[in-house]
């Protein structure tokens, strides 16, 4: 079983909607979370980073960490065409390693 | 512009013939990584540096040397490439926690 858990997709949703992407993980120890959006042939960009438990707005983007019940997700709202991507989860453990476990990405398409 | 970047984007070698992937970022962080990509399981940590001649080894160090002479650069060395070793090779900088920066990327294809 892997440790960090994401449906890879394809998620396809017409334009203007609400986007709700997600990822499970077992190890408990992980306390930072990130959401990374990964375009074709390009690095993972960093969209949002939260430490524990809780939720964090940053514009259309929401994401939400559910420590107790190993779940974190990410909401986008009025999506856009421009949002279709790859989004990968990430996480990790306060080590000075800082090795990020990955999920292995959702693709979303926004269908204009 | 704050970034990192890395050369080449896209390399095609063969068996056995040394190569370097450098990567140089200019906002002063002092942690770099690198990290490849495979399809199906995902990114995976190969070496990372917490500062100037402080390095260590990730989750798949095999095959692989990096150095870190300077606070900017942290170049990846595959001193004889194998084709398992074809993937798509990213470099990382942080400042703080665990909130690491990306490279565009480096697909290296060993025949």
């Known amino acids: 079983q892997k440790e960090v858990e994401q449906d890879p997709g394809p998620l396809s949703v017409p334009e203007g909607a609400i986007v709700s992407l997600n990822c499970t993980y077992s190890?408990?120890?992980?306390?930072?979370f990130m959401w990374y959006r990964q375009y074709s042939r390009k690095g993972p960009e960093l969209l949002m980073y939260t430490y524990s438990s809780g939720n964090k707005e940053d514009g259309r983007f929401t994401a939400q960490v559910d420590k107790s019940s190993k779940y974190i997700s990410l909401f986008i709202r009025d999506s856009q065409p421009s949002d279709s991507a790859t989004y990968l989860c990430a996480m990790s453990y306060d080590t000075g390693r800082r090795a990020l476990t990955f999920g292995s990405g959702t693709r979303l398409q926004v269908q204009p | 512009e704050a970034q990192v970047t890395q050369n080449p984007r896209y390399l095609i070698t063969v068996t056995g013939k040394k190569l370097t992937v450098t990567c140089s970022q200019n906002m002063n962080h002092e942690y770099m990584s690198w990290y490849r990509q495979d399809p199906g399981l995902g990114l995976r940590q190969i070496y990372y540096s917490m500062n100037v001649e402080v390095t260590d080894k990730g989750d798949v160090p095999e095959g692989y040397k990096v150095s870190r002479k300077e606070k900017r650069n942290f170049p990846l060395i595959l001193e004889s490439p194998s084709p398992n070793q074809t993937s798509l090779y990213f470099c990382?900088?942080?400042?703080?926690?665990?909130?690491?920066?990306f490279g565009p990327g480096t697909r290296l294809t060993v025949l």
């Open positions: 190890n408990s120890a992980f306390q930072y």
């Open positions: 990382a900088s942080s400042l703080r926690d665990n909130e690491q920066f």
